[in-house]
């Protein structure tokens, strides 16, 4: 048994309750840190994939020359809102730094390593949470175009493409008449991706975690962390309404709000609050047995969840905390009514920052300077992803166990 020591977990989202359960079923004391509004995080309301393929992080060479086609004032889904270039601006040089050749390499060879089994994490996670068999859909996924030429540009790129453990096979005719009475018109291309995966909902994974947690002895402490800082050997986290948490350790894991705990510690935390948009439907007659869908050339997917059908794009960067644009959910609604998607007319909205750092790698580890801080943020797109393996590397650190030598490359004071 391991010796009791006690942990606290700041952010209740889907890292942090991977880690909170992952830590009590260990045998540590445990209290997971939530703030409340499950909405304001991009673990409500992101598009459920399992994303096994996205082994090259968006800084590239290739990234920046197709940005300007890409920007939202030319109908695409990348905007940068020029109130809040305070916030981007500095991010954005460090961005650029990370889209050199040799940089852009290195970060792909370190998604590929912690991208090696997803869905063998989520599993394991969902059997120590003792959730329902259909929480995790290991069902792959589709990437669809529109007109032949984008279909034959978009099997290039994914023949050049770092893939990791997930395969795919060009989509066959039989492939692409699923979309029949679903679509306006059937899809011009496709590919069909193995080894990746669909959750039945976020929210519903989300409330798993939390429910085995509970179940395990975890507590839950409801309320907002304004400090997280080191009391001798110990830690301690002071709430908003003036109440500490003492803990032996601590581990931040509060996604796009993780810089404003972790930059007082000493430590450059470029971490920007990356948002996406989606909209949910109850109407709709999206076949259960049809994949999550990648509309590639409309940047937009195309999810069934058991509360509906959703739909998420756009790349915004800005302040997480601005009312959000309404033209990207009308560009999104749009985008729907062209493919003929039954939807809504009044559908769910909703929109969330995802936690991303400069490089688009998380930050995962212990501070050099107060060892008894973990931390676990920055997950960009890819926090559902990696949530369950996240969560095993700060369980094999908290029982002292040794970790690959390549994870020191995500630690935080990688950036100076």
């Known amino acids: 048994m391991t010796p009791s020591r006690r942990w606290a977990v700041v952010g209740g989202g889907l890292v942090g309750a991977a880690i909170a359960l992952r830590l009590q079923a260990a045998g540590f004391e445990v209290v997971l840190i939530d703030r409340g509004d499950p909405r304001r995080g991009a673990s409500f309301g992101n598009i459920g994939h399992i994303a096994a393929e996205q082994c090259e992080p968006m800084p590239s060479p290739a990234t920046l020359r197709s940005a300007v086609g890409r920007l939202f004032a030319f109908g695409g889904p990348l905007d940068f809102r020029a109130r809040d270039v305070g916030r981007w601006g500095p991010w954005a040089l460090r961005f650029l730094a990370a889209s050199r050749p040799a940089a852009a390499a290195h970060g792909a060879e370190l998604l590929t390593r912690l991208l090696e089994d997803p869905l063998g994490a989520w599993g394991r996670l969902a059997a120590l949470a003792d959730a329902p068999d259909d929480l995790i859909r290991p069902t792959g996924h589709a990437v669809v175009w529109s007109t032949p030429e984008a279909a034959r540009r978009g099997l290039q790129a994914w023949r050049r493409a770092r893939t990791g453990s997930a395969t795919f096979r060009p989509m066959e005719a039989e492939d692409l008449a699923a979309y029949d009475g679903v679509l306006a018109a059937r899809p011009a291309g496709g590919v069909r991706f193995s080894g990746t995966g669909q959750v039945s909902e976020p929210q519903r994974v989300r409330n798993a975690l939390l429910s085995g ?26 709430l908003a309404d003036g ?84 033209r990207k959910w009308r560009q999104i609604e749009r985008s729907l009514r062209d493919l003929g998607v039954t939807f809504s007319d009044t559908p769910d909205r909703w929109c969330g920052p995802r936690p991303t750092l400069a490089d688009y790698l998380p930050a995962i580890g212990r501070l050099q300077a107060h060892p008894m801080i973990h931390y676990a943020f920055g997950h960009q797109h890819l926090g559902l992803t990696l949530a369950a393996s996240t969560a095993e590397v700060l369980e094999q650190m908290a029982l002292g166990r040794p970790t690959p030598t390549w994870l020191e490359a995500l630690r935080i004071e990688r950036f100076r």
Do not use: N
């Open 213 to 238: 947690f509970e179940r395990l002895g975890g507590g839950v402490v409801h309320g907002e962390a304004t400090a997280v800082r080191p009391a001798g050997e110990a830690a301690e986290v002071v």
């Open 243 to 326: 109440s500490v948490v003492d803990a032996d350790k601590v581990v931040v894991a509060a996604g796009a709000w993780s810089a404003r705990l972790m930059a007082p510690l000493g430590v450059c935390v470029p971490l920007i609050g990356e948002r996406g948009y989606s909209v949910q439907s109850a109407r709709h007659d999206w076949p259960e047995d049809l994949p999550l869908t990648v509309f590639e050339d409309r940047a937009l997917a195309v999810a069934r969840f058991k509360g509906g059908l959703r739909a998420s794009s756009h790349v915004e960067f800005g302040d997480p905390s601005a009312a959000p644009d309404p």
